[in-house]
């Protein structure tokens, strides 16, 4: 399954003008990276993949739709997916798009 252009275009929308931005393509979907850190990606899954303060984790794991990250069965503590339901309006994408942005500003550049 190939990413959703439409789910990029809106990241693209709300990360435009963060500084050292780049864009990949990742695991079949596009990424986003600041600083050289994955920061949310649109996912060969479909929905998003949002970087988050592993501390953070399991507090952002209770509403609908959104739930940790999981890569070959295991479950990844500062990795969410967070499916298209949760994201349908701009202000959702933003909030999740956020958390990504915030994570990845902290991190030395990688």
Do not use: C, N
């Not at 963060?18 to 996912?43: I, N």
């Not at 899954?45 to 890569?71: C, I, K, N, Q, Y």
């Amino acid at each position: 399954m190939a990413y959703d252009a439409g789910l990029a275009d809106r990241i693209r929308d709300v990360v435009q003008g963060e500084p050292d931005l780049a864009e990949k393509r990742m695991f079949g979907g596009l990424a986003f990276l600041v600083r050289g850190h994955l920061a949310v990606s649109a996912s060969s899954r479909g929905g998003m993949l949002v970087r988050v303060d592993p501390a953070l984790t399991e507090s952002l794991v209770g509403p609908p739709h959104v739930r940790r990250f999981e890569m070959r069965g295991r479950e990844m503590d500062g990795w969410l997916h967070v499916d298209d339901e949760a994201v349908r309006t701009d202000e959702q994408l933003a909030h999740w798009v956020r958390y990504g942005l915030d994570y990845v500003r902290s991190l030395p550049t990688g």
